[in-house]
């Protein structure tokens, strides 16, 4: 069996190659995409990818023995579940890993944001201990609106309660016992929008959460509002995001919509524009990148690829690919 490993690290590495004997293993810090385009074909059994590996039909024609495919994500966006399930070729994902990096995570943005600390930080740097323009205000009471309540969304409303603050959910499922526990009251799409101080997006991108606050829902939020997206960048519509950087109190955004351009750094982008704005702190899609978060991917990953060798069923199979 062939095994084709892509987007890996050293660390990565060392850990497949220790843990996986009865196959034989191929690592590329390089995309898949990136690898197809020089080859015509490649007869893997199995492919392992990250976020940045896009899988579409034209992926697929080229790997005309693979028979599974493991993304170490929790997002599957980047990859065609249709097409596979045409196929009949299984795909997986790691659930839940990256619930305390990214909840952490989200905090540190709203503290940073609440308190202005990163001004603060840098104005020290350069010697200038003025402070009596960085009011700023407590967690403590305040509303925070959690939208999806999965794995990041529990660990969100934990952290929240630590902090005094009145939790808000709206989701297709809930943690009913998390629930009563910490007192969080359910809540509809619109109300989160227009009573909350805080809101955090914690949903996959798929067709319902796609641009899920746009230019249409954003006059609801209100001015003093902070909005927090880890997630997907398509969840928060770039014009959304144009007008609420001019009119609420402030945006963390860890995710952008079309962020693989910026990375690419293509002038004359609005997403340029957008994070240079005052009120807007934007990092590079980060808020998983934590030592316990990269062991849990790899732990996860690797007891889904021993689970297809052995042929049994994944523990972490994408149910909207069965076929």
């Known amino acids: 069996m062939k095994i084709a490993f892509f987007e890996v690290s050293n660390e990565d590495i060392r850990f497949f190659k220790s843990k996986i004997k009865n196959a034989k293993c191929f690592f590329y810090s390089q995309t898949l995409n990136e690898f197809l385009k020089n080859c015509e074909f490649a007869d893997f059994d199995a ?14 024609e080229k790997l005309p023995n693979l028979k599974y495919i493991q993304t170490r994500s929790t997002g599957y966006d980047h990859i065609d579940c249709s097409i596979l399930a045409k196929e009949r070729i299984a795909v997986s994902n790691v659930k839940g890993y990256a619930g305390p990096a990214v909840a952490e995570f989200v905090f540190s943005l709203l503290l940073n944001i609440s308190r202005k ?17 960085l009011l700023g205000f407590e967690l403590n ?45 359910k809540s509809s799409y619109e109300d989160i929008l227009k009573n909350s101080d805080v809101i955090v997006f914690a949903v996959p991108l798929t067709k319902e959460t796609y641009h899920m606050l746009n230019i249409n829902n954003a006059s609801l939020l209100k001015e003093s509002c902070i909005v927090i997206n880890p997630a997907r960048g398509e969840v928060i519509s770039l014009e959304a995001l144009d007008l609420l950087s001019d ?22 982008l609005k997403q340029k524009e957008i994070i240079k ?20 991917i790899r732990e996860k990953s690797l007891k889904n690829l021993i689970a297809f060798m052995e042929g049994r069923e994944l523990p972490d199979e994408i149910k909207v690919c069965e076929h």
């Open 47 to 60: 492919i392992s990818v990250f976020v940045h590996s896009k899988v579409t039909e034209s992926e697929i």
């Open 117 to 133: 600390t990163y001004i603060a930080v840098q104005r020290s740097k350069n010697y200038n201990f003025q402070y009596q323009d």
């Open 141 to 185: 009471s305040k509303k925070i609106g959690i939208v999806g309540f999965g794995t990041i969304g529990r660990h969100l409303a934990k952290l929240a309660s630590g902090f005094g603050m009145k939790i808000f959910v709206y989701s297709r499922n809930y943690d009913e016992e998390l629930i009563k526990k910490l007192k969080i009251e």
């Open 247 to 268: 009119r609420i109190y402030g945006i963390g955004l860890d995710v952008i919509e079309g962020e693989k351009m910026l990375f690419k750094n293509v002038d004359a």
């Open 277 to 296: 704005r005052d009120n807007v702190l934007y990092t590079p899609h980060m808020a998983y990148f934590t030592k316990e978060a990269l062991d849990r």
